[in-house]
């Protein structure tokens, strides 16, 4: 009975040992899993990291070209409202196009021709205190499309000059029609290459070429 006792004992201390050094291993184990976890997510995240900067890099590029790729000009306002009065006569329509004359008006007078040098100022000033009477004339003739027409004719010039100097935010067609002011013909510029004449309007619509292309 003694030695049956003695012989559990054994085994129960030997059963501890194992116990113990099971639990080491275990342990062992699971750390090192941890560990490897733990580099998989550090590189996952310096990859990820990594890729995020050079979107971070790539979008800073686009936006940049985007950047260089708008144009602008002092003569943009300037446009657009002589642009809506071509439009108005293109369409035979006198009292829109009185609101776009007086709109190209103020455009004029509030021009900008700080930093450009004198010349070009005395040239601009030239350029827009002419351009302001025909506008104005424009503006307060609303029923007489063809006196509104002649006052376009000359000023659409006056748009012709200033941008030589200044420049232009969008490409334009300068368009010529040979039937206009009894056959000496009439310059406009256009936003597009089809042929809408505003001198003549629903009458000779397409009546007119292209003799440039001004960017």
């Known amino acids: 009975m003694k030695k049956v006792k003695e012989i559990l004992g054994i085994m129960a201390i030997v059963l501890i040992i194992l116990t113990v050094f099971s639990c080491k291993d275990t342990k062992k184990s699971d750390d090192q899993k941890n560990d490897g976890q733990m580099e998989m997510n550090n590189n996952s995240m310096n990859h990820s990291g990594g890729e995020n900067m050079e979107m971070s890099q790539q979008d800073m590029q686009n936006n940049e070209m985007k950047e260089g790729d708008q144009k602008t000009s002092k003569a943009t306002a300037v446009l657009n409202k002589y ?6 006569l293109v369409a035979d329509n ?6 776009a004359g007086k709109s190209l008006f103020d455009a004029f007078a509030q021009f900008d021709n700080s930093n450009i040098t004198e010349t070009q100022k005395q040239e601009v000033t030239e350029i827009i205190d002419d351009a302001l009477e025909h506008a104005e004339h ?4 609303s029923g007489k499309m063809e006196h509104q027409r002649e006052h376009f004719e000359i000023l659409s ?5 200033l941008i030589a100097i200044v420049g232009t935010d969008r490409k334009l067609y300068k368009t010529f029609c040979p ?3 009894e056959g000496k013909g009439g310059i406009w510029l256009s936003e597009t290459k089809e042929i809408k004449n505003p001198y003549f309007g629903s009458k000779m619509m397409t009546c007119g070429e292209i003799q440039e292309e001004i960017q």
């Open 83 to 88: 642009l809506e009065l071509k439009n108005a």
């Open 94 to 99: 006198t009292e829109t196009a009185a609101t």
């Open 138 to 141: 424009i503006s307060e003739n």
């Open 157 to 161: 010039k006056d748009i012709e000059d």
């Open 179 to 181: 039937m206009y002011n």
